[in-house]
């Protein structure tokens, strides 16, 4: 008897070993020991410096009112931002690039702090914020976070979420295969990231999911997806059940089960789809490539197509509901300095298109490239190239 027990207690202690050396736990590291694919030499440190910005404002011939800006550069070659976000008035992040750069300020933008977290050329796309935690993805395997904004970075590497996903035995993917993560948005706890990686020389779609506001990962299989997809490039998260995404293809699925299955709501081999914005599971908008903008009150069941009297090669690259009547939407150049103004207003039950954002001061340059566009209270941070404006929008 005593032989046959600890026989059982000895394979159970067997299997429960080769459990634990199978389940893979992958969690944050500080910065300073991760290395990222494009680290060479494998010592890459953050690098951070202090900088003082000198306040500027100029008017708003759009609206009449006055426009602050919050951040500038004089230089932006390898040098610029994509994505903005604010915690609240005093506490902000802006990211970018080249070399995964990162902004934060806690006094308004007076005053900046810059880590720079690579000497390459990636660059983040997306930066989300709740509280004191900041989440930054973009041109790397690695999720960044920081829970006290900014003051300690740590980095959760997918690499190893994504060689499951894929069945690959290699601990590394393949440099010039890694993923680019495009957009990180969360409702409540749940966050979702969404890109795309290279498997082969196609890229294919990617989703990342957090059901515990971002303490861990999961890839989602994104099963009814187009077998042609690319890439995703936005994300709008409605619930925690309620997601609607867009791709590089210009198509739009739905998924009412928190991503795994998909149904697609729209599609467009015309023009790519950069942004999606929803404030209900029926009410949104889709924009991007080719002035396209449509609207849907039916969860993507219709939609109707807003006709834009712009130059159509313009691209539209960031939509934010105000309220449940009005949404503003950001427009590029494909060339260099914008011609048209930087900001619009569209009325969700008209439909009429006028400026919100407009200039005649000449020291003022709108970059052709604004990406980043924020929503909080009744204040509006748009983000192009270079600069960071903040507009105050009292009506609201």
Known sequence: MKKTTFLFIFLVLILLASCAENKQVITYLPVQETTDTYDLDGNEMMVIKNIKMSPKKFINTATNDTVNILHHLDKTGFHFYNAVAFSDEKKGVIVGGAGLRIRTTKDGGLHWQENKFSKFA???????????????????????????????????????????YLNTKETKIIKKYHPRYYKIKFYKHTGIIVGDYHKTKKAKPILLKTSDAGKTWQILKPTGLLAFETGISDVAVVSEKVLYIVTLKGNCYKSIDGGNTWDLRYKNIQAPLNTIQFINENEGFIAGMNTTLLYTNDGGKKWISIPLKLDKYLNLTNIQFLNNKEAVFTVASQNGELKADLLYQVDTKTKTIKSMFGKKDTTVVFKGEPYGLFFLNNKLYILDRNSLYKIYLDYI
């Open 122 to 164: 990636n660059t983040f796309y997306s930066v989300a914020v709740k509280d004191d935690t900041i989440f930054a993805v973009g041109n790397s395997e690695n999720i960044y976070r920081s829970t006290n904004f900014g003051k300690q970075w740590e980095a959760f590497n997918t690499d190893a979420l994504l060689n499951k």
